[in-house]
Structure formats: C-alpha cells, structure tokens
C-alpha cells in the first residue's frame, strides 16, 4: 500500500541590499545587506506520515498523524562590509 501525502509548500525570498563607494584610487569598499526569508514566512518542513492502527478494532492508534512536526529556519539578516585593494 503506497500513501502519498501532500507537503506544505515553499514561500523562500532572499533580498540583498549593496552600496559600493571609493576610499582612495586603489582602495574600494563594499558594504551589503543580506536578509534570508526576508518576509519571514512560516515553511513547515514535514508532517508526520507515521499511521499505526490497533490490530484488533483498526483504530488510529498514532494521534499525531497528519500533523505539521517541524518547521523551516526563520527570516535571518547579516551586515558586511568589504574591503578591495
């Protein structure tokens, strides 16, 4: 018996945000701004497949079943700053 279910989906956006600027002729800078999920959305990663049933009724025995068990990192920002010769 082969049960398919159905996994929540992806909503991932990644921005990143530079500004480049001039410190003297041979030296450059670079300074950005990186933000990951940036809209911060909720993304469950998986939902528990595991059905036991009761031999003797074929009773749900597994409560959780079909529930969301786990979910993706949330948004996460980073600065940096580069410096070129």
């Known amino acids: 018996m082969v049960t398919t279910v159905a996994q929540p989906g992806i909503n991932n956006f990644d921005i990143s ?7 003297a002729e041979s030296f450059r800078g670079q300074f950005r701004l990186e933000a990951y999920n940036a809209f911060n959305h909720t993304q469950f990663n998986s939902v528990n ?22 979910a993706r990192l949330p948004r996460r920002m980073q600065l940096a700053l580069r410096l070129s010769f």
């Open 49 to 70: 497949t595991n059905a036991q049933f009761d031999p003797a009724t074929g009773a749900l025995t597994n409560l959780a079943f079909g529930q969301l068990n786990g």
């Open 17 to 23: 945000l530079f500004k480049n600027f001039h410190l």
